[in-house]
């Protein structure tokens, strides 16, 4: 079963633009991480955010945390060509370093 | 330092028959993980092991899918016999246990169709 939820599915926009992308998820975590996937490729780890924390940033990455509504976003300024993927939450979920993702959301940047 | 590697990167077989795929995790890493990815979905973990000991299995079907990790390093999963849902991308991950529920780290992974 899935734990995450990406909402939208599907997403596109024009480069230079900021997208982004959201997380629902169902029972309590430790950490919630975000994974890029290229076209045919392994996935990326992007960023970790803990049970703990609200706001992280990493470059022109920002992910928040809202455990009371079991949700977490993703944002990317500035989008390049480049971040053409699809983007993937994950949770760790009690003592188990087991994650469970969601179905992924597909961005597409247009130069 | 060096990636995930797998191999094959891509395999065509008919229903079945059985295939094998292989895994050498980042030195060092005692924790490795094999992912199930169906197109349009995302990784869903098949087994979770640490050093050369299962720790997570819940989600491998026995009857068919097998996975070792002999002198905990590499491993294989190996599925015998395939079947046509079979088909999709087996990831192989790693992560550094030191780090306890640290990121994992991808390979390219093995692009199965059975046909």
């Known amino acids: 079963s899935q734990q995450g939820e990406e909402d939208p599915q599907a997403l596109s926009i024009q480069e230079g633009e900021n997208a982004t992308m959201n997380c629902s998820y169902k029972?309590?975590?430790?950490?919630l991480q975000w994974y890029r996937q290229n076209s045919g490729r392994g996935l990326v780890h992007l960023i970790l955010i803990r049970s703990n924390e609200r706001e992280k940033h990493s470059g022109r990455l920002r992910v928040t945390l809202d455990t009371s509504k079991k949700s977490s976003s993703l944002l990317i300024t500035a989008s390049r060509a480049a971040d053409t993927a699809s983007y993937f939450c994950?949770?760790?979920?009690?003592?188990?370093?087991?994650?469970?993702f969601g179905k992924g959301t597909k961005l597409t940047v247009n130069p | 330092e060096a990636g995930v590697a797998q191999s094959p990167r891509y395999k065509i077989i008919e229903k079945r028959q059985s295939v094998a795929f292989w895994c050498n995790p980042i030195s060092g890493h005692a924790t490795l993980y094999w992912y199930q990815q169906i197109l349009g979905q995302g990784p869903k973990l098949l087994i979770q092991?640490?050093?050369?000991?299962?720790?997570?299995d819940s989600q491998l079907p026995k009857d068919r899918f097998s996975a070792e990790r002999l002198k905990g390093v590499d491993s294989t999963l190996k599925i015998q016999p395939a079947k046509l849902e079979d088909s999709a991308v087996y990831l192989c991950?790693?992560?550094?246990?030191?780090?306890?529920?640290?990121?994992?780290?991808f390979g390219p992974g093995t692009r199965l169709t059975v046909t």
């Open positions: 991950a790693s992560s550094n246990r030191a780090r306890l529920m640290s990121e994992q780290y």
């Open positions: 092991f640490q050093n050369n000991g299962v720790v997570d």
């Open positions: 994950a949770t760790a979920q009690g003592g188990s370093e087991k994650l469970v």
């Open positions: 029972t309590s975590i430790n950490n």
